[in-house]
T-cell receptor
Framework: KAGVTQTPRYLIKTRGQQVTLSCSPI?????VSWYQQTPGQGLQFLFE???????NKGNFPGRFSGRQFSNSRSEMNVSTLELGDSALYLC?????????????FGSGTQLSVL | DQQVKQNSPSLSVQEGRISILNCDYT??????FLWYKKYPAEGPTFLIS?????DKNEDGRFTVFLNKSAKHLSLHIVPSQPGDSAVYFC???????????FGGGTRLMVKP
């Protein structure tokens, strides 16, 4: 069974640009959540989607948005990039929300904003 | 304001000895705690968890202890192995079943 797939693996953007990251969950998983990892800050929750609906949202500005498609694939978008948005963005999937032991993470997209 | 804190960014231990990773939290609504392990270039993987109704949970070489009055949990790895070298994140979930709140991580290095 394929794991959680995130594309692209690496991205370099400049300030002011926008970026879209993609996440394909494990087959059969309907819950997808996104996290931002920065050195010293750990993983900070961005949002969680289940059945195409945003279930929870973390404390991030409106420049961060996401969506989930009917096949459970998810995308997140960051507009008007800032230097501080440089981070590893991780996607995780599970069969349903709340199944934290059964939360499977992808390898992440490393975003560098110059 | 970080609700889950791992105050030691790194820890170095000799192979065969005990590794103790610590985690403190501030939100009394947290009722479920987890530890994840992360190798470079990979996503975190679930390691062990504990419910707030317990004070200890053991799985092989890994034991998690929870002290609710101190709002503190710790992960013990005995004996430590070089393959345990990774970044360890503790995480907490509130009793509303909402998203996980992670700590900043502790990088464990186990020396042969």
């Amino acid at each position: 069974k394929a794991g959680v797939t995130q594309t692209p693996r690496y991205l370099i953007k400049t300030r002011g640009q926008q970026v879209t990251l993609s996440c394909s969950p494990i087959s059969g998983h309907r819950s997808v959540s996104w996290y931002q990892q920065t050195p010293g800050q750990g993983l900070q929750f961005l949002f969680e989607y289940f059945s195409e609906t945003q279930r929870n949202k973390g404390n991030f500005p409106g420049r961060f948005s996401g969506r989930q498609f009917s096949n459970s694939r998810s995308e997140m978008n960051v507009s008007t990039l800032e230097l501080g948005d440089s981070a590893l963005y991780l996607c995780a999937s599970s069969l349903a929300p709340g199944l934290n032991e059964k939360l499977f993470f992808g390898s992440g997209t490393q975003l560098s904003v110059l | 304001d970080q609700q889950v804190k791992q105050n030691s960014p790194s820890l170095s231990v000799q192979e065969g000895r005990i590794s103790i990773l610590n985690c403190d939290y501030t939100n009394s609504m947290f009722d479920y705690f987890l530890w994840y392990k992360k190798y470079p270039a990979e996503g975190p993987t679930f390691l062990i968890s504990i419910s707030s109704i317990k004070d200890k949970n053991e799985d092989g070489r890994f034991t998690v202890f929870l002290n609710k009055s101190a709002k503190h949990l710790s992960l013990h790895i005995v004996p430590s192995q070089p393959g345990d070298s990774a970044v360890y994140f503790c995480a907490a979930r509130d009793n509303a079943g909402n998203m996980l709140t992670f700590g900043g991580g502790t990088r464990l290095m186990v020396k042969p």
